[in-house]
């Protein structure tokens, strides 16, 4: 049923391609490619890139509905940088794109082009969505509807030229993430499956389906394998449009052709494909339909089909007045950058922009978009009755599934804090080798605090220190992944503090069975849960906390910063170095507000609170506690209360964090 299906749809936008293209006369068009065009590509020799234009379309079990995106006098302008201002210039506005326009089609492959600066990457975001400030103008339409972004969302892709991916997921668990979470519902999981394996044949990635992702540079995938699952997880989604940010950037010829052949398949599933490129090869330029050229400054300078050899770009700009005409052999990419420079516009005394807007071109393109932005007689709006595509507990149990992989595949997080922790809890333990049995002097109840102390310095500050980078890492992907719309902040947050919980859970056991039997603390079953109970949720503040930190700095090395001045005034008022009844009164507030304070107070109390066998003063062990340190035994179930507290709230402040700063700045 669900071939039929794709079928239909697949036939219903060929028949938009055949009837856009013979709606402009042949050989003008602006933002369509001729089907003579298309068919001319099919019957060039077989090559790296070519080789993938076959008339056979790629088969996809899931229909889709193409979709059209034209855009009108598009303005974006940010605010004017103090630098610049600093400079003389009284403008309060920077601008960036001066009112381009132009239609991207189904079945035809764009190239989005120009020299730096040009507002290539800007377009590509503005029509995305993607921009987190700036101000934007003009009219953007989807097959004649007014975009709205919670839709656009959901029949969209966009893939970044940083190829951004948690690094301890398989490829094949990349994708069946990001399927789970991007396609409907009604979508049943074996469906799911199939689809994800047709997108993995479709890009070439089945040989490396059970390879984990790994670091950029680092480990697992190269910078090519990269490139294409990156255009994977937004197939996998189903999308009608596709945005790719420099998708050949930073390869070489033979991975660059690799990718082209996969983007080219992809187009040749019926979708809408605009690519970001920066000098492309002959081969690769010659892989494209159409060209979108703006020049510095955010201009559009030419918007129209390449041509069989870029004949029709050839011939535009050659039949500009003083351009230099192109030699044999030469790249037309290369050569179409040379000619249209800002140093070449001052020799001529012209601007392309001007030329452009005054040709012929320029006024079948505007045609287009007119005719492109009316929506046709039988069309409906976009419309999802929810802003996701998957319920809240689909998207937490999609975010815990992922988070469980990639803390379970990451020794270098995971075990390495269980044999940090093993080893602190063996020499802690010979150290205080069966100190916690004695009570006979106040040195006895002084090395046992000593040993509690210095667990929670050791033990949180490795746990805070060591959960910062895997934040800031999955952090990044958490901000792709949201403005693709896969899910909200809350799952994710909550899946990143749960995943913790077993780990720290497990951690606090093992260092608390080796410790307590080596000092030798009293072995009842309600001081030695206390032991555990206090060691757990120290652990999991300091934890929080670390998380706390990142999620709500810029990055990892701004919180490392941040969170080690912390450290130390939780140090110096945790009531060991200075027990707090000795603590000037105009500071001792803040012992009641430090965490470690209330850690020791619990572990302390819960030990040796209760005890009335008589010390060397001749005070009892409970009244010593009471006096010289302030930690009275009634009130331990305030010290489990306060640490419970701490953990709840450095979980929910970075939860909160998560939700409302975005550091990422586009």
């Known amino acids: 049923m669900y071939c039929k299906l794709y079928y239909a749809a697949f036939q219903k936008s060929q028949a938009v391609i055949r009837k856009d293209s013979q709606s402009v006369k042949p050989g003008v068009t602006g933002g369509a490619i001729q089907l003579s065009n298309r068919e001319s590509r099919h019957q060039k020799d077989t090559d790296s890139i070519s080789e993938a234009n076959n008339p056979k379309q790629k088969g996809m079990i899931l229909p889709f509905e193409p979709h059209s995106i034209t855009f009108d006098d598009i303005k974006y302008s940010v605010d004017m940088p103090q630098e610049m201002k600093s400079q003389g210039i009284l403008e309060d506005k920077l601008v960036l794109l001066k009112g381009v326009s132009g239609a991207f089609r189904p079945g035809v492959l764009t190239a989005l082009m120009g020299v730096s600066g040009a507002g290539k990457t800007t377009l590509m975001d503005v029509l995305a969505g993607r921009k987190t400030g700036g101000y934007i103008e003009g009219s953007i339409t989807i097959s004649g509807h007014p975009k709205k972004q919670e839709t656009f969302a959901r029949i969209s892709g966009y893939c970044e030229q940083n190829d951004i991916h948690s690094p301890h997921v398989t490829v094949y668990e990349s994708l069946l993430y990001s399927g789970w979470l991007r396609l409907p519902p009604e979508v049943d999981a074996e469906t799911r499956k199939m689809f994800i394996e047709e997108v993995m044949e479709l890009v070439e990635l089945n040989p490396l389906r059970d390879a984990l992702v790994g670091l950029p540079g680092v480990s697992g995938l190269s910078t090519e394998q990269r490139k294409r699952l990156t255009i994977a997880v937004e197939l996998v989604a189903n999308p009608s449009i596709i945005f790719m940010d420099e998708p050949t950037s930073g390869l070489d010829a033979r991975a660059a052709a690799i990718v082209m052949r996969t983007v080219r398949n992809t187009v040749d599933t019926g979708r809408t494909v605009v690519c970001t490129i920066h000098q492309p090869s002959i081969d690769i330029f010659e892989a494209f339909d159409e060209l979108f050229l703006m020049k510095r400054g955010g201009e559009e300078i030419y918007v129209g089909p390449l041509g069989r050899h870029s004949n029709q770009l050839i011939k535009y700009f050659e039949g500009i ?93 995971t075990a390495v804090r269980f044999l940090f922790t093993t080893a602190i809890a063996l020499l802690f333990g010979t150290m205080f080798w069966n100190l916690g049995s004695k009570t006979k002097k106040k040195q006895d109840l002084f090395n046992a605090m000593g040993s509690m102390y210095a667990a929670i310095i050791f033990l949180g500050i490795q746990n805070s220190s060591s959960v910062q980078p895997v934040v800031a890492v999955e952090r990044t992907v958490f901000y792709r992944e949201k403005a693709a719309g896969m899910y909200s902040s809350l799952p994710y947050a909550l899946a990143q503090i749960l995943i913790e919980l077993p780990y720290i859970f497990v951690q606090s056991v093992v260092y608390g069975l080796i410790v307590y039997a080596m000092i030798g603390f009293e072995w009842t079953a309600a001081k030695f849960f206390w032991y555990l109970f206090f060691m757990f949720f120290t652990l999991l503040y300091f934890t929080f906390y670390g998380m706390m930190t990142v999620a709500a700095t810029p990055n990892q090395h701004v919180a490392a910063i941040v969170s080690s001045a912390f450290y130390s005034v939780w140090n110096l008022f945790s009531g060991f170095i200075i027990p707090r009844p000795r603590i000037p009164v105009w500071w001792r507030w803040y012992a009641w507000v430090c965490p470690v304070s209330w850690t020791l107070y619990g572990l302390l109390t819960s030990q040796f609170g209760d005890i009335k066998d008589k010390i060397e003063t001749d005070d009892t062990v409970e009244d010593f506690v009471r006096n010289y340190f302030g930690f009275k035994h009634e009130l331990l179930g305030v010290a489990a209360a306060a640490v419970v507290g701490f953990a709840t709230l450095f979980g929910f402040t970075f939860i909160l964090s998560i939700k409302f700063f975005n550091f990422q700045r586009r």
């Open 321 to 413: 007045d003083g351009v230099q005409k192109i030699r044999d052999g030469y790249n037309p990419a290369t050569w179409m950058l040379e000619v249209t420079s800002l140093g070449q516009e001052a020799t001529l005394g012209v601007d392309f922009a001007s030329i452009y807007k005054n040709s012929e071109l320029y006024r079948r393109n505007k045609a287009l978009i007119q005719e492109l932005s009316i929506p046709p007689p039988d069309s409906k709006d976009l419309f999802f009755p929810t802003q996701y595509s998957q319920s809240f507990v689909v998207q937490c149990l999609a975010c815990l599934w992922k988070q469980h992989w990639s803390y379970w595949r990451n020794p270098s997080y």
